[in-house]
């Protein structure tokens, strides 16, 4: 339940008097002493409500309102009046005041009208909530394709990290979509509008990867000329892609773990500390606890580093995805390139259902551009021997299934015409591929 009250009042005694109630009472008590404080130091998206009198000296009660209403028109005010007031207090009601009390008002008064707005406010705010994470769910939908369950947990697990101040290591095989999981964390949570800063580790020659992570002053080694800002610098305030972070040389792990404990670094050539705010989102493909206990990587980075793990399936392991995706692939290639997308045909679809993918996301994607350019894939052709016919067939159909349910949001009805299946025979098909309709009438 929200307790969070203030009270603007040019009275001393009035203030004292409101304050001593309430905190009694359990509630959190911000006091002003004029409208013009209040509005300076409200706090954003403020979940709670205000209390103020109505005629004060420069700015009042019903000024306070109108500037109330044009930062959040569902905040709740209660207006404090006196006697000669009332006709005017009935009249900003209209105007959307949440309640007013007439002079001198009861303890009691007071906190059955703050009870009632301060459950009115919980309601309102739930209710943006549940907007705001359906927007967010939209969102992310359009940015990590795919109906399969690792893909569903993989949405579900960026919604729940993207507002927490966490660093986030990423594990995947290579072309599997680590960076665009590091910039949804970043994009969807409250260092969107800071800078994303991208490092890979592995392209990075060892003898410039200090200066590339830290900047370096003019003169601070040969050729450095000027001052240069590092990429720990650069992301200040935002949020840190340390791609393959394997691939960072010892030493530099070292002087990067300093950096998280101390959120401070040093230029190279500049003993003048210089303090940084940021989210490291590292992304590897082996095990770093594994890589460390081999003296490959520092034990002590790497429980920095995983705060939280994600983990990205390779698309072998999530071929019902995969329809979906080259579509997407194939008709972003075809704008880009102004080209008609072509209908998928069945031999296509078997083609990429039995392929292994070893690229994964990336070579998918690589595959659609070259099919919209009507170019050959011959090395496409093989066949993967480790994957039975039953097998391809068991994951062509769960695709057909889990595509059908997801156009039609669920409607079992619509989904039988399509198929033209029998009613049970679709509900033993999607028992036997764990498909659930209600997964797919409700936002993932």
Known sequence: MLNSVIVVDDEASIRSAVEQWLSLSGFNVQLFSCAEDCLNQLPAHFAGVIVSDVRMPGMGGLALLTRLQQLDPDLPVILLTGHGDVPMAVEAMRDGAYDFLEKPFSPEALLSSLGRALEKRQLVLE???????????????????????????????????????????????TGSGKELVARCLHDFGPRADKPFVALNCAAIPEQLFEAELFGHESGAFTGAQGKRI???????????????????????????LRVLQEQKLERLGSNQSIKVDLRVIAATKPDLLEEARAGRFREDLAYRLTVAELRLAPLRERREDIALLYQYFSHTAAERLGRTPRPLSGPQLSRLFSHDWPGNVRELANVAERDVLGLSEPQFEDINAGQSLVAQQEAFEAQCLRAALTRHKGDIKAVLNELQLPRRTLNEKMQRHGLVREAFTQPL
Do not use: C, W
């Open 230 to 256: 590092g990429k720990l610098e650069y992301a200040d305030g935002g949020t840190l892609f340390l791609d393959e972070i394997e691939s960072m040389p010892l030493p530099q792990q070292a002087k990067l």
């Open 127 to 173: 209710n943006r909530l549940l907007h705001e994470q359906a927007d967010l769910r939209q969102q992310i939908d359009g940015r990590l394709l795919g109906v399969s369950r690792s893909l569903q947990t993989l949405r579900r697990q960026v919604i729940e990290l993207a507002p927490l101040p966490v660093n986030v290591l990423i594990r995947g095989e």
